[in-house]
């Protein structure tokens, strides 16, 4: 079945890049997104790519997917204390963006001073 | 900025009791979903809702599981008899159409099955 897979924790120093590496299975995914979740706090959509691009930019946000190899990678520049938080990999293989959504673990990121 | 609400917060709840949590999704929003997240575990797709019916449903979902909109604003999780394993935070989320990219989540209940 279907599985995205990503570590579960990442530390940083501020002001360093963070770079949050996922994989997943379904060759048939046709959105990818970057979800952040605060303490306390949802589901916070980030960003996301389609299937057919390889990279999307978004002020600090770099997505990068290698279709070939299933994988999906956040960059986040010049990492900032705000950025703590869990962010999670997820993917949809539907016919529509309205389509069930398939998450990974999430990656914990913290920043150290 | 338009925000999906749920509430409670957070519900503790005897084993065999039903439980209703409840949502207010974004007001000109067609698609309604649940998720779930038990402790540790991944996000968990539960069920999606458009047009006043189920549209996919998971495994999960099963007999003990519905969804309702009783009104034009609400959207409503019904687990009729709380096992233990029910324990985990409720995520509701809603998107406005097909071509809305993402949803919109809610904070989430915690639910608590003692």
């Known amino acids: 079945g279907e599985d995205v897979e990503q570590s579960l924790f990442l530390s940083v120093r501020e002001g360093d890049s963070s770079v949050i590496n996922c994989t997943y299975t379904d060759s048939s995914s046709t959105y990818l997104y970057w979800y952040k979740q605060e303490p306390g706090a949802g589901l916070q959509l980030l960003t996301y790519i389609f299937s057919n691009m390889d990279m999307k930019q978004d002020q600090r946000l770099t997505v990068l997917l290698n279709k070939k190899d299933k994988h999906l990678s956040l960059r986040i520049a010049d990492t900032q204390t705000g950025d703590s938080a869990i962010y999670f990999c997820a993917e949809s293989s539907g016919y529509s963006s309205a389509s069930k959504i398939i998450f990974g673990s999430g990656t914990r990121l913290s920043i150290r001073p | ?114």
Not at chain 2, 42 to 59: A, D, G, M
Not at chain 2, 90 to 97: E, I, L, T
């Open chain 2, 1 to 114: 900025e338009p925000e999906v609400t749920q509430t409670p917060s957070h519900q503790v709840t005897q084993m065999g009791q039903e439980v209703i949590l409840r949502c207010v999704p974004i007001s000109n929003h067609l698609y309604f979903y649940w998720y779930r997240q038990i402790l540790g575990q991944k996000v968990e797709f539960l069920v999606s809702f458009y047009n006043n019916e189920i549209s996919e449903k998971s495994e999960i979902f099963d007999d003990q599981f519905s969804v309702e909109r009783p009104d034009g604003s609400n959207f409503t999780l019904k687990i009729r008899s709380t096992k233990l394993e029910d324990s985990a935070m409720y995520f509701c989320a809603s998107s406005a159409d097909r071509d809305s990219y993402g949803y919109t989540f809610g904070s989430g209940t915690r639910l608590t099955v003692v």
